[in-house]
């Protein structure tokens, strides 16, 4: 179809959070393959700017408006916004705008994933033109319970990258080089188990490092936790990238639940142990043959710190660049792209 425009449709893009990292790697991966890319969202750097269309904004946006946004688009990538209702009306525009065309669904969190938002049925909506992408065969088995087909292309990451720098990190956070450091890489919601992370590195008497800011509504109670710990507490925001896994002698993740979790593939990655919480999507990531410590094991943490394995990093490495890939994810994509008729 010549040169092809694509637009990704989001909440915000180009932020820090999940979705926005995977969005931004789509985006330069449908670039690679021959689109030419445009951002839609409400917030952050974005190239079409539509009022409306952000978290918890009431009205939605103006339908004209957003048909406008896309009215030159070949394919629209919708990321989460047709999935999670912090915004219904939008992803009804949306939905309705993109009726009949083709469209991907990336779909990162259904709402009966969520307790607050079980009750809410209509979403994700459906087209026979659309094609829908989920990050794990847990949600993937969901879909098809509610008649819906959706394809698992899961995660993908730089598992090629140079490693951090460690020392530059710690001197940044004021960390000797002889102070175990217990990084946890998550922003402060309930859902993280804070107090679980924090209960690991008082056992095996490191720092704790949490890494993300307070969101919906968690600031006096994170604040309360953070003073309550019985050993010392940073609370630094830095950007995820290689030099907190260089900084950090053991990452934890002991989170209740998650549509995927990043942290612990990262670790595996940049060559991390990591203390992973047994929610379902960890389950199914663990049979890839990761390695990972449980919470209820901290003995064998603390055996692998004072002797570590490198068998363990070596394998958790190579099983992650096999199977978590940027190459992977893109292989994924152009398959799909392929199938549907949709390649540039």
């Not at 021959?34 to 190239?47: I, N, Q, S, Y």
């Not at 598992?159 to 217990?182: I, K, P, Q, S, W």
């Not at 990452?251 to 209740?256: N, R, T, W, Y």
Request: aromatic share 8%; glycine share 8%.
């Amino acid at each position: 179809m010549g040169m092809a425009r694509g637009a990704i449709v989001s909440f915000r893009l180009g932020l820090s959070d999940g979705v926005s990292i995977v969005a931004r790697l789509w985006q330069e991966m449908l670039s690679d393959i021959g689109f030419d890319m445009v951002t839609v969202a409400a917030e952050g750097p974005v190239d079409r700017m539509v009022p409306g269309l952000g978290i918890h904004q009431p009205d939605g946006p103006d339908p004209g408006e957003f048909s406008a946004a896309v009215a030159d688009v070949d394919l629209v990538v919708v990321e989460n916004l047709c999935t999670i209702p912090l915004n219904l009306p939008a992803a009804r525009t949306v939905a309705h705008t993109l009726a009949g065309r083709p469209g991907i669904l990336h779909h990162h969190d259904p709402p009966w994933q969520r307790e607050r938002f079980a009750s809410v049925t209509e979403l994700p909506p459906d087209d026979p033109y659309w094609r829908h992408v989920v990050i794990n065969r847990l949600t993937a088995e969901q879909f098809a319970q509610r008649g819906l087909r959706a394809e698992v292309i899961y995660n993908g990451f730089d598992t090629e990258g140079a490693a951090g720098d460690r020392n530059a990190m710690r001197a940044r956070l004021g960390v000797g080089d002889e102070t175990l450091l217990v990084a946890h890489p998550v922003r402060a919601i309930p859902r993280k188990n804070i107090p679980a992370a924090i209960t690991i590195a008082e056992h095996l008497g490191g720092t704790y490092w949490l890494m993300g800011q307070a969101e919906e509504g968690y600031d006096d109670t994170l604040a309360q936790i953070l003073d309550e710990a019985r050993c010392p507490v940073i609370h630094r925001p830095v950007a995820r990238t290689p030099d907190i896994y260089a900084a950090a002698d053991l990452v934890v993740f002991p989170s209740l639940w998650e549509g995927f979790g990043n942290p612990p593939v990262e670790a595996a990655i940049w060559r991390r142990p990591c203390v992973v919480g047994s929610y379902p999507v960890a389950d199914e990531l663990a049979e890839f043959g990761f390695r990972w410590f449980s919470p209820q094991r901290l003995n064998e943490v603390r055996d692998f710190l004072d002797c570590p394995d490198t068998e363990l990093l070596d394998q958790n490495q190579a099983i992650a660049q096999q199977h978590f890939s940027l190459d992977r994810v893109r292989s994924d994509l152009v398959a799909l792209l392929d199938d549907a008729g949709w390649l540039p």
